[in-house]
């Protein structure tokens, strides 16, 4: 049974930082880029960050851009998200993904999801 359990969300002050975790377990993920989506009250889940499977390729959307910083630990199966100067609309429940590039364009595998909270 394949399961990524996200966890480090919470409350925090506007400019502040949080690192948000999602532990992959149930298959192997060799190959498997990693995405992070964000959905606050009243609004579409929204691309966030996806990491390649070396780590070394990090895509971000313009939001989060030069704030947020995409991690992975493949021998945990295990990524991260770093997230500095965090904004009160940065509040949201954040959810990891998984997908298999070779053979699919959508994200075959989804979290629970974590609550942040950003306050003014």
């Known amino acids: 049974q394949v399961q990524l359990v996200e966890s480090g969300g919470g409350l925090v002050q506007a400019g502040g930082s949080l690192r948000l975790s999602c532990a992959a377990s149930g298959r192997s993920f060799t190959g498997y880029v990693m995405g992070w989506f964000r959905q606050a009250p009243g609004k579409e889940r929204e691309f966030v960050a996806s990491?390649?499977?070396?780590?070394?390729?990090?895509y971000y959307a313009d939001s989060v851009k030069g704030r947020f910083t995409g991690s992975r630990d493949n021998a945990k199966n295990t990524v991260y998200l770093q997230m500095n100067s965090l904004k009160p609309e940065d509040t949201a429940v954040y959810y990891c993904?998984?997908?298999?590039?070779?053979?699919?364009?959508?994200?075959?595998?989804w979290g629970q999801g974590t609550q942040v909270t950003v306050s003014s």
């Open positions: 993904a998984a997908k298999d590039p070779r053979i699919a364009r959508t994200y075959d595998y």
């Open positions: 990491i390649n499977w070396s780590g070394g390729f990090t």
